[in-house]
Structures are given as structure tokens and as C-alpha cells.
Nanobody, 125 residues
Framework: VQLQAFGGGLVQAGGSLRLSCTAS????????IGWFRQAPGKEREFVAT????????YYSDSVKGRFTISRDNAKNTVYLLMNSLKPEDTAVYYC???????????????????WGQGTQVTVSS
């Protein structure tokens, strides 16, 4: 599985961005797709994930209510709609995939098998 993330950019606080993560391969529908982010000098942190075969979603407390993850299986794409952006949301955002990750591991970056390149999101105050 090859992943490609795009859609980042510079936005003012309170604004919105939509990130996209496209995946190659025929197993997309079975993949759990997660978004993680990493700010300078910080560890990579979980943002949101969406399960395959059902689409159950999970969010970190820091983005819940502001971000929405969704998937379009026909387009092999997962989206992350980010509203009410804050300067502390500034980071490089990565998408990741795994076909068999268990529920208790979905917030752990090292448990995902496939990773895309990052896309930079910068929120100015």
C-alpha cells in the first residue's frame, strides 16, 4: 500500500483546511487509516482514525469536535476536515494505514504498517 497525503498549507487561526490521503492497492476498504501529526521537537501524536469495513471513527481529545475524518472507498481516499484551527495545530500531518490493527492500538503510530509522506499545516495567530 502506498499512501500520499496532500492539502496542507498556511491558514489563519479559526480557518479550515481539508487534507486528503490517497492509497494505492486493492485492499483499501479493509485498511484502517489514521492521521498523525508531528510538531518540531515533539513526538508524533495521534489525531484521528477511521476503520475499514464500517468506518467507525476515533479522535484525539485535542481535535474532537473540530476535525472530521471520512473516507470515500470508491476513490481510495480518506479526508481530514479541520475546522476552527488553532496555532497549536501547526505540524506536519501524516496518514498511515494498517489492515489488521486492533482497537487498543489505533492511537499508536508504531502499530501502523504503511505511511505516506507528510504535508505541512501552519496556523498563524
Amino acid at each position: 500500500v502506498q499512501l500520499q497525503a496532500f492539502g496542507g498549507g498556511l491558514v489563519q487561526a479559526g480557518g479550515s483546511l481539508r487534507l486528503s490521503c490517497t492509497a494505492s492497492g486493492r485492499t483499501f476498504t479493509r485498511q484502517t487509516i489514521g492521521w498523525f501529526r508531528q510538531a518540531p521537537g515533539k513526538e508524533r501524536e495521534f489525531v484521528a482514525t477511521i476503520r475499514g469495513n464500517g468506518g467507525t471513527t476515533y479522535y484525539s481529545d485535542s481535535v474532537k469536535g473540530r476535525f472530521t475524518i471520512s473516507r470515500d472507498n470508491a476513490k481510495n481516499t480518506v479526508y481530514l476536515l479541520m475546522n476552527s484551527l488553532k496555532p497549536e495545530d501547526t505540524a506536519v500531518y501524516y496518514c498511515a494505514a494498517d489492515p489488521s490493527i486492533i482497537l487498543s492500538s489505533i492511537r499508536m503510530a508504531h502499530q501502523y504498517e504503511y505511511w505516506g509522506q507528510g504535508t505541512q499545516v501552519t496556523v498563524s495567530s
